[in-house]
């Protein structure tokens, strides 16, 4: 692994654990940990034996007094969607995995597509449908905001195809007919659609004052252009936390809102928009506590999990841990689009508390048998959370997809990092920005799997990719660390690589798959602290003793020292015994 070292200071900012079970189970309850040192939980797939050390007995597990956990279907990621979620409608939501996105990625519609999409829409406003979901007025602002966007500001090759034109000069004189009006405005904001001639666009304000402000932000959005941090701010702020069916003095219609946040990102954010998203709600629930710890690093994982393979990040705060690098998870309990594993399942379905505030979470960073925590959007910024059911509709990810990942629930009294994934490319440096923006020691960005954090140790795929290869990370140590509280003067050094495990003694071996399994995510990571040697060690090692070095931990300066400390870490037994102390403790936090 070759560092790159940017010579100019920046200056700133297997098997499943219930094999027995039937799939179609629907409620049941079970102990976390029964019987662990007799691996009745953790099925053992291979022969070697951890050392003594690694085991705890089922004495010691039993003890701690884990209450009884209760979920539907919690061995998958797909059933920690909350039922009260309305569903949207498919054909439509296909489409808009097609034409809302970037100037280069959309995929302009063809003709049968788009006149089965404006069918779809004109049967739904009428109430005629029948055997599949109403489209809902998230996915109609979602959908026409994308269809503006792209015939106002994108690339010939990306605005409407020839089908998309003349389905819209079939559909669009019906439709203006019976669409609310403020689809109408997304739909047609100069009131110059096909010759129709409507006034609404034009004319449109919004009703009340909450959506005065996000329609005429929304105007500039729909022509392609920027909005100002104090805009977004603005906006965000009017229309959040949102409250679905007008029941709240903040209300907003969800038309606006998800045009308005896939409109930024179709737009692609600018850094001062970018800044505004990531910072607007950091006081929604009072001053940030400050934990008394030497060192603490924020871990931004992707809010919607993973889908295929071993999410590590969990695993890797519990080692890390083990020698004084507090770690600070966050996330939400389910999230579109990929509605994939997450921590909060993993830590829900093990029997933890996950209703922990920022103020709790400090508690368990500062305890010497724990050392790391983690914190649920849905206590530390309400706000956000209230729009996981607009963002499922919305289908593509909003700019909060990003931002949302650089965030700082609990501060430290001592020195501070975040490490955040990312998959698109040009990314890499915005989240570095904000980063820097928030005043932190260290910062690194990581494309791991599925745009995570998980380096992997399989061997790099033939196959070109557009964009950084799986493993690239690049970030920043400030080079004082007295002087990172003062924005706009820290001098930082910064680097970017690609980081290749078999330079450091890793065998290349394929990714343990999950495919949505939280219990078989939950199994390898289990299994691999309690010392079995195998795939799901060699990645939490890695993602481990990589993280120490790049940030510039104290004792990592060797790669090879950080790679033996994480080991001793899980072969120790104290990696297993922190999460299991995590569990026991934080439901004391009442």
């Excluded at 928009?273 to 990531?278: F, G, I, M, P, S």
């Excluded at 508390?353 to 914190?375: H, I, Q, T």
């Excluded at 950080?562 to 936090?589: C, F, P, Q, T, W």
Aim: overall charge neutral; some cysteine; glycine content about 8%.
């Amino acid at each position: 692994m070759k560092v790159l070292i940017n010579p100019e200071p920046f200056l700133s900012p297997p098997n499943s654990i219930f094999p027995n079970k039937p799939a179609c189970i629907t409620r049941f309850q079970l102990r976390p940990f029964p019987n662990l040192h007799r691996h009745r939980w953790i099925s053992r797939r291979l022969s070697s034996t951890p050392p003594p050390r690694a085991t705890l007995d089922s004495t010691t597990i039993e003890q701690f007094g884990i209450p009884e956990f209760d979920v539907r279907n919690p061995a998958l990621s797909s059933s920690y969607r909350s039922s009260a979620l309305s569903r949207p409608n498919q054909t439509v939501l296909e489409a808009q995995a097609r034409v809302c996105t970037g100037p280069t990625q959309t995929r302009p519609l063809d003709e049968q597509q788009a006149f089965k999409v404006f069918d779809t829409i004109l049967r739904s406003a009428r109430g005629e449908m029948k055997d599949e979901s109403e489209v809902s007025k998230a996915q109609l602002g979602a959908f026409f905001a994308g269809m503006t966007i792209r015939a106002n500001a994108f690339p010939e090759a990306t605005q409407w195809s020839e089908g998309e034109t003349r389905a819209m000069k079939t559909f669009w004189p019906l439709l203006v007919r019976v669409l609310p009006p403020e689809v109408i405005f997304i739909a047609d904001p100069e009131g110059l659609m096909m010759g129709v001639g409507s006034s609404i666009g034009p004319h449109y304000v919004g009703n009340g004052t909450s959506e005065m402000r996000l329609v005429g932000a929304l105007r500039e959005v729909l022509a392609g252009g920027h909005l100002g941090f104090e805009e977004v701010q603005g906006v965000l702020k009017d229309v959040l936390p949102f409250q679905e069916g007008h029941e709240k003095p903040k209300e907003a219609s969800e038309a606006l809102l998800s045009a308005f946040l896939i409109g930024q990102r179709m737009n692609r954010e600018s850094d001062r928009e970018l800044k505004a998203y990531c910072l607007a709600f950091d006081d929604e629930i009072g001053p940030t506590p400050v934990a008394d710890v030497r060192s603490l690093t924020h871990y931004g994982e992707p809010y919607d999990g993973n889908t295929r393979f071993f999410r590590s990040t969990l695993f890797v705060a519990a080692v890390r841990s083990c020698y004084g690098e507090s770690c600070l998870l966050h996330g939400v309990d389910w999230m579109a689009p990929k509605g994939g594993v997450t921590e909060e399942q993993m830590l829900k379905f093990m029997g933890a508390n996950v209703n922990l505030s920022p103020v709790k979470a400090k508690k368990l960073l500062e305890d010497d048998e724990v050392g790391f925590a983690y914190v649920s959007q849905r206590e530390a910024c309400p706000s956000l959370y209230s729009l996981i059911g607009i963002r499922e509709h919305i289908k593509k990810r909003p700019p909060l997809a990003s931002t949302e990942k650089i965030q700082q629930y609990v501060k430290a009294s001592g020195k501070e990092a975040i490490v955040a994934g990312f998959y698109h490319e040009g990314y890499e440096e915005p989240l570095l920005m904000l980063m820097k923006r928030r005043g932190v020691h260290s910062g690194l960005v990581v494309k791991g799997e599925e745009g995570g954090l998980s380096l992997t140790t399989r061997l790099r795929s033939a196959k070109t990719t557009r964009g950084p290869a799986v493993n690239y990370c690049s970030g920043f140590r400030a080079l004082d660390v007295s002087s990172t509280s003062e924005l706009g003067g820290v001098t930082r050094q910064g680097f970017s690589l690609e980081v290749n495990a078999k330079e450091y003694g890793f065998q290349p071996t394929d990714t343990p798959r999950t495919d949505r399994s939280v219990s078989k995510n939950i199994e390898f990571g289990l299994s691999a602290l309690l010392g079995e040697k195998g795939p799901a060690y060699d990645r939490i090692v890695l993602n481990a003793g990589v993280v120490d070095h790049l940030l510039g931990v104290d004792g990592a300066e060797d790669i090879s020292a950080a790679l033996d400390r994480a080991r001793e870490a899980i072969d120790s037994g104290n990696a297993l015994k922190r999460l299991l102390n995590y569990i026991k403790v934080s439901h004391k936090m009442v």
